[in-house]
């Protein structure tokens, strides 16, 4: 690959590549992982070089990548499954530390566990991941009409810079927003009604809010109810104040005040 030279510009194109597929394919489980079949989206960018739409700039790149589409392909379904693997060890620990309670090796006593020692992010449910990791990244644009000045706004998909397909918003932009703004929600309802509320002036949650209603991919119930528990237990987060002096980590809920 003589227009990849060195391992930094291999996985900026990787992680462009992944976003991507994240994009297209409606990938909601780990199965949807294991039979992901991504030859399409290689396809689609050679669609593009043929026409012209790719920046004069990029074509050597991106004719690299079609040529070497397997080594792409091998590394995308890598990171996908790595996700998978980590939800299977996750949920394994989770198992382990059931017996080990039930045993009395490892006593039921967390009550003063320090609750910030727990990243909500990175122990959140594999499908609310997914979900996030595949939300589509819009961006409004204005648009002036020449004869009579009115300026109308339209909502329009990033592209992204290399391979002029439509690509996905960062997840940490995905998760700081809905944890910032729908924290306080009490049904999955709640989250249908805000996003729709806050698409108006955030793209963010327009892209949201069409993957919360689409009918052509709906969210199956399993995700919606890992979607409603992941964004609650902000609202827990939230609630909580937390103590410190030189005694012992206290933790005070506040939820029912």
């Not at 194109?13 to 489980?29: C, D, E, G, H, K």
Request: aromatic share 10%; net charge negative; no cysteine.
């Amino acid at each position: 690959m003589p227009n990849i030279f060195d391992s930094q510009t291999f996985y900026s194109v990787a992680n462009s590549l992944t976003s991507t597929a994240l994009s297209m394919y409606n990938i909601r489980t780990i199965d949807d992982v294991h039979a992901l079949d991504i030859d399409g989206m290689f396809d689609t960018i050679q669609d593009r070089i043929d026409a012209g739409w790719i920046a004069e700039e990029y074509i050597p790149l991106v004719k690299d990548v079609v040529s070497n589409k397997d080594i792409f392909k091998k590394n995308i379904l890598s990171r996908l499954n790595q996700l998978g693997i980590k939800e299977v060890d996750k949920q394994q620990t989770e198992e382990d530390n059931r017996l080990d309670t039930e045993t009395g090796d490892n006593p039921d006593n967390t009550w003063d566990k320090n609750q910030g020692d727990i990243s909500k992010k990175d122990n959140i449910a594999f499908r609310a991941k997914l979900f996030f990791y595949s939300v589509p990244k819009y961006e409004y644009t204005f648009i002036r009409d020449e004869q009579t000045g009115v300026v109308t706004r339209e909502i329009a998909p990033v592209l992204d810079e290399i391979f002029s397909i439509p690509t996905t918003e960062s997840f940490n932009i995905v998760w700081n927003k809905i944890m910032e703004n729908l924290w306080d929600i009490d049904s999955y309802q709640d989250i249908i009604d805000t996003t729709a509320r806050l698409a108006e002036t955030d793209p963010t949650f327009y892209a949201l809010n069409e993957m919360f209603t689409s009918e052509e991919n709906p969210i199956d119930d399993n995700t919606k109810t890992q979607l409603e528990t992941t964004i609650k237990s902000a609202k827990i987060q939230m609630n909580t104040i937390e103590a410190k002096s030189d005694t012992p980590n206290i933790t005070y809920d506040m939820s029912d005040e």
